[in-house]
C-alpha cells in the first residue's frame, strides 16, 4: 500500500478520526470495526486493508502524533531546548485533546506507552547522558518518561484548564529543572 497516496491518506484521516470520535463518545470496549467504517463512509474491507484491528489504528494514530511532534522538537544543542520541547509537546497534545482522551481512556493505555516510552528514551538519553548526574541514567529516565506521561494524562483528563505553555512551563520546573541543575 502506498502511504503517501491521497486516497490512502485521506481513507486513514476519516478512520481515525472516526474511531478517536467514536472512543470519546462510547468507550473503547463498546466500538466495533463496523462502528467505525459506518462513522467513517469508509467500507468494511476497506479498514482491514488498512488496519488489523482497532489497536493497530490507535497505534498508527499515536505513531503519526510522535512523527509530528519529533519534528517540531529543536535539537538537543539549542539554548532553552528542554523548556521549548515540553511546551511544544503540550501544544501538540492540546491540539490534538480527541486523541489524547481517547488514548488514555482504552484498556491498552500501558501498551500503547511503550513506543511513547521508546521515543521519550531516545529523547531523554540525548538530553541527560551530557549531564554529570549522581543519579544512574535509567532511573532518571523513568523518573522523566513516568512524570511526563502522568501530568499530561491529569492535564487532557482534567479538561486542560491551564495553557499548555503555563503546563509545559510548570512540567519543566517539577520534573527537568531539578536533574538538569543538580550539578
Same mark, same amino acid.
Given at each position: 500500500?502506498?502511504?503517501?497516496?491521497?486516497?490512502?491518506?485521506?481513507?486513514?484521516?476519516?478512520?481515525?478520526?472516526?474511531?478517536?470520535?467514536?472512543?470519546?463518545?462510547?468507550?473503547?470496549?463498546?466500538?466495533?470495526?463496523?462502528?467505525?467504517?459506518?462513522?467513517?463512509?469508509?467500507?468494511?474491507?476497506?479498514?482491514?486493508?488498512?488496519?488489523?484491528?482497532?489497536?493497530?489504528?490507535?497505534?498508527?494514530?499515536?505513531?503519526?502524533?510522535?512523527?509530528?511532534?519529533?519534528?517540531?522538537?529543536?535539537?538537543?544543542? +539549542? !539554548?532553552?531546548? &528542554?523548556?521549548? #520541547?515540553?511546551?511544544?509537546?503540550?501544544?501538540?497534545?492540546?491540539?490534538?485533546?480527541? @486523541? /489524547?482522551?481517547?488514548?488514555?481512556? +482504552? !484498556?491498552?493505555? &500501558?501498551?500503547? #506507552?511503550?513506543?511513547?516510552?521508546?521515543?521519550?528514551?531516545?529523547?531523554?538519553?540525548? @538530553? /541527560?547522558?551530557?549531564?554529570?548526574?549522581?543519579?544512574?541514567?535509567?532511573?532518571?529516565?523513568?523518573?522523566?518518561?513516568?512524570?511526563?506521561?502522568?501530568?499530561?494524562?491529569?492535564?487532557?483528563?482534567?479538561g486542560m484548564q491551564i495553557p499548555a505553555e503555563t503546563m509545559g512551563g510548570y512540567t519543566y520546573s517539577l520534573i527537568?529543572?531539578?536533574?538538569?541543575?543538580?550539578?
Amino acid at each position: 500500500m502506498n502511504l503517501t497516496d491521497q486516497r490512502v491518506v485521506k481513507t486513514r484521516k476519516q478512520l481515525k478520526a472516526a474511531f478517536v470520535d467514536l472512543v470519546n463518545e462510547n468507550g473503547y470496549d463498546s466500538i466495533t470495526v463496523q462502528d467505525i467504517t459506518s462513522r467513517s463512509g469508509v467500507g468494511y474491507r476497506t479498514f482491514f486493508r488498512h488496519y488489523k484491528d482497532t489497536r493497530d489504528l490507535m497505534e498508527d494514530a499515536l505513531a503519526e502524533f510522535v512523527t509530528a511532534v519529533h519534528n517540531e522538537l529543536l535539537p538537543a544543542d +539549542t !539554548p532553552e531546548m &528542554t523548556r521549548q #520541547n515540553i511546551i511544544t509537546m503540550f501544544r501538540y497534545i492540546e491540539k490534538h485533546h480527541d @486523541l /489524547f482522551r481517547a488514548f488514555y481512556s +482504552t !484498556p491498552y493505555y &500501558t501498551d500503547f #506507552n511503550m513506543p511513547l516510552h521508546k521515543w521519550g528514551s531516545r529523547l531523554g538519553s540525548l @538530553l /541527560f547522558e551530557t549531564l554529570d548526574l549522581e543519579i544512574p541514567l535509567e532511573i532518571v529516565l523513568t523518573h522523566f518518561l513516568h512524570s511526563m506521561l502522568s501530568i499530561q494524562r491529569w492535564w487532557v483528563e482534567s479538561g486542560m484548564q491551564i495553557p499548555a505553555e503555563t503546563m509545559g512551563g510548570y512540567t519543566y520546573s517539577l520534573i527537568l529543572h531539578p536533574l538538569v541543575n543538580q550539578q
